[in-house]
């Protein structure tokens, strides 16, 4: 891959934009005086995009629960702080897209969607534009009703994670508001790295991991050991940001203080060895790996400096320069569940000992009671944004398996990122395969992340890759470059 962006290829491309904002009504994001800024640009150099980031700290100052694991945990100090950290990247035409990255365990439909709403109001970002992406870190602390049935029912919790969520969407709304007014020339490359500490969790018991690996045994499974990298510098050179992603859970630490787990640690790392660079972690589809062996913080620094890297050596091999230009596409998808939980098998699940589900059959009856109906699926977001020529970025909602982003790669080629954890945390999100297989992925743990249903429909690969393909379609038709 060799670099292509020339002052013919943008001023072509600008024209192509033009057509495009012709063609789709897209007026009003500042065309004509990016244009003529587009002009002013050197050959090659710095200015055909422009880049600002931002960052806002999370770490609760309150008493809610860390998230995941479904029990109470109280933090009882912290390892280090956590961070929700915004990028935003302006074309020549003026079109702006903002990935927001975060420490959260899990970002529940509620609180993106309020977030969603004042972007808009105050930005006038699209849906489409925005991203609101989590680590899926499990030393992070509750959002909204984010597996509300997961933990033991506590009023005062209820209270504290409802005031914290509220906090969170302010903070996040004023963190990209921030990020925009600091966008600045910037030059855009890509690359990739690899790290290997991803352990396919379905496939390999985890108490024999160990000695398979002291043994040299290969393990099972499908992986994706690849680390995706965005480099972005300033126009005098001096790196802004550093977009990196990873497809594996964040569960090395299962205790009681805040961390970020491996991505918090590598986001230190990489910010200590790149200085004035701020790092932001992606989680790539990595529903069904596990970070093994684990449960030790010598491990979880060690899995950090391993990802740090593979960032490196991705910074440090030529990289591909990314040519001016986005496209993005959005769409909700209905993913409809197997069966949808009925008044009579909620009444029996409730009799259930206490315990995960006889609180969401609960919840369920009393939802009922109050006279409301389930939807037979759920509205599952998928994102297609065309940034260059060179990198396609997709994102899905949920905990989505491997197969996913090993799928997308190899149908749309080199440059293409698979972000799994996305506006929505929703539930687990299984292949065909996995479904199939079933097992704690691809089996009836909905109830566990409150959907009125045990399990998706089989077709819930289908039905993503559907929407995918035609969201690239999309913005890839919007390129011109067919
Ligand atoms: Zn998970």
Redesign the pocket.
């Known amino acids: 891959m060799k670099p292509q962006t020339t002052r013919r290829t943008f001023i072509r491309r600008s024209t192509q934009a033009a057509a495009m904002v012709a063609a789709f009504g897209n007026l009003g994001k500042g065309w004509s005086a990016t244009a003529e800024r587009s002009t002013a640009a050197p050959d090659g150099a710095a200015g055909d995009w422009q880049a600002g980031v931002a960052k806002a700290i999370i770490t609760p100052e309150t008493d809610v629960w860390l998230a995941?694991y479904g029990s109470k945990r109280s933090a009882d100090g912290k390892l280090h702080d956590l961070w929700m950290k915004a990028l935003a990247l302006k074309d020549p035409a003026g079109s702006r897209v903002v990935l927001v990255t975060s420490d959260f365990q899990g970002v529940p439909k509620e609180m993106s969607d309020v977030a969603l709403q004042e972007l808009r109001r105050q930005f006038g970002l699209d849906r489409r534009d925005v991203m609101i992406t989590f680590s899926?870190n499990h030393c992070g602390p509750r959002l909204g009703d984010d597996l509300v049935d997961y933990y033991p029912v506590e009023a005062g919790q209820v209270e504290l994670v409802k005031d914290y969520t509220a906090l969170m969407v302010k903070r996040l709304v004023a963190m990209v508001g921030e990020a925009l007014a600091n966008l600045a020339p910037a030059r855009l490359e890509m690359g990739e790295g690899r790290a290997t500490f991803a352990v396919n969790r379905r496939n390999n018991r985890e108490p024999e991991v160990p000695e398979l690996m002291a043994k040299g045994i290969p393990l099972k499974g499908p992986v994706d050991h690849t680390v995706p990298v965005l480099s972005v510098a300033r126009a005098d050179g001096m790196r802004l940001a550093i977009l990196f992603g990873y497809a594996c859970?964040p569960?090395t630490l299962s205790f009681t203080k805040w961390c970020g787990d491996y991505p918090g640690f590598a986001q230190i790392e990489i910010e200590k060895n790149n200085p004035g660079a701020m790092a932001l972690f992606v989680n790539t589809c990595g529903?069904d790996q596990n970070p093994l062996p684990r449960r030790n913080v010598a491990l979880c620094e060690r899995y950090g400096k391993m990802l740090a890297a593979g960032v490196e050596e991705a910074l440090q091999r030529p990289m591909q320069r990314i040519s001016a230009g986005l496209r993005t596409a959005f769409e909700y998808i209905d993913l409809s569940y197997l069966h949808v939980i009925t008044r009579a098998e909620l009444e029996v699940a409730a009799q259930d000992p206490a315990g995960v589900r006889a609180r969401w059959a609960t919840r369920m009856l009393q939802k009922l009671a109050a006279g409301e109906t389930f939807a037979p699926a759920y509205p599952y977001p998928v994102h297609a944004w065309q940034i260059g020529r060179e990198m396609l970025m997709i994102g899905t909602g949920g905990?989505t398996v491997v197969d996913y982003a090993l799928r997308f790669k190899k149908e749309f080629g080199a440059g293409t990122w698979v972000c799994g954890y996305t506006d929505d945390m929703i539930a687990?999100i299984p292949s065909r395969r996995v479904w199939e297989e079933g097992g704690y992925e691809g089996g009836s743990s909905l109830y566990e992340y409150g959907r009125p249903a045990l399990r998706w429909a089989g077709d819930v690969e289908e039905r993503i890759v559907s929407s995918v393909h035609s969201l690239v379609r999309q913005v890839r038709h919007q390129a011109g470059s067919a």
Do not use: N
Request: hydrophobic share 15%.
């Open positions: 995941g899926h859970h569960t529903a905990e687990y």
